[in-house]
């Protein structure tokens, strides 16, 4: 299985901020990663995938890169409905498989 | 527009058997590269990939639930359905449906379902 190692766990942002979230792939997973939103009581929602395609009707402050095992989700200028859980997941090959989530909460 | 949609039960008893529906539209799953999953997510943890099934009837599962996993299609109904046996308290979770793309991209997911393991 592939496993992959996603930092942080949480962090505390204001509204306004650059923030940076990195998926590490326990082996190389050629750029087929995906880069999912999650809202309380609501499914996953897809943002960015190939690494660094935006997903249509995505805010282009979201933003990702990376190749190999290791890849950065970037929100630029955080806006308030950006406080959330974000996770990715590789695609490569199954199963498929998740990092461990990173929840974005209000400094 | 694809949307999916979980149906099933909310509540079993420990060792009884889970079967979960999902009924799709705005797909064919006879399409080349179409294929239909399931994930789950405990209450507050983390998305747990279960089990794929792909147009042309390959099957993939998890390798730790494996045993416990059945997933079938009936394409012309447009529903895919999953079978977990042996449910424990520690399958509690909101269990979801997903679409896979040509590209194995999961990019569609269903509302979700929480399905609660008690006694």
């Known amino acids: 299985d592939i496993q992959m190692t996603q930092s942080p766990s949480s962090l505390s942002a204001s509204v306004g901020d650059r923030v940076t979230i990195t998926c590490r792939a326990s082996q190389g997973i050629s750029n087929s990663l995906a880069w999912y939103q999650q809202k309380p009581g609501k499914a996953p929602k897809l943002l960015l995938y190939a690494a660094s395609s935006l997903q249509s009707g995505v805010p282009s402050r979201f933003s990702g890169s990376g190749s190999g095992t290791d890849y950065t989700l970037t929100i630029s200028n955080l806006q308030p409905e950006d406080f959330a859980a974000y996770w990715c997941q590789q695609y490569y090959t199954t199963p498929l498989t998740f990092g461990g989530g990173t929840k974005v909460e209000v400094k | 527009q694809i949307t999916l949609k979980e149906s099933g039960p909310t509540l079993v008893k420990p060792t009884q058997t889970l079967t979960l529906t999902c009924t799709f539209s705005?797909?064919?799953?006879?399409?080349?590269?179409?294929?239909v999953g399931w994930i789950r997510q405990p209450p507050g943890k983390a998305l747990e990939w279960l089990a794929l099934?792909?147009?042309?009837?390959?099957?993939r599962y998890s390798p730790s639930l494996k045993s416990r996993l059945t997933i079938t299609k009936d394409t012309s109904k447009n529903l895919v359905v999953l079978i977990m046996t042996n449910m424990d308290p520690v399958d509690t979770a909101t269990y979801y449906c997903?679409?896979?793309?040509?590209?194995?991209?999961?990019?569609?997911w269903g509302q979700g379902t929480l399905v609660t393991v008690s006694s």
């Open positions: 997903v679409h896979r793309a040509q590209t194995a991209l999961i990019d569609y």
């Open positions: 705005g797909f064919s799953l006879s399409s080349n590269g179409a294929g």
């Open positions: 099934i792909y147009w042309d009837d390959i099957k």
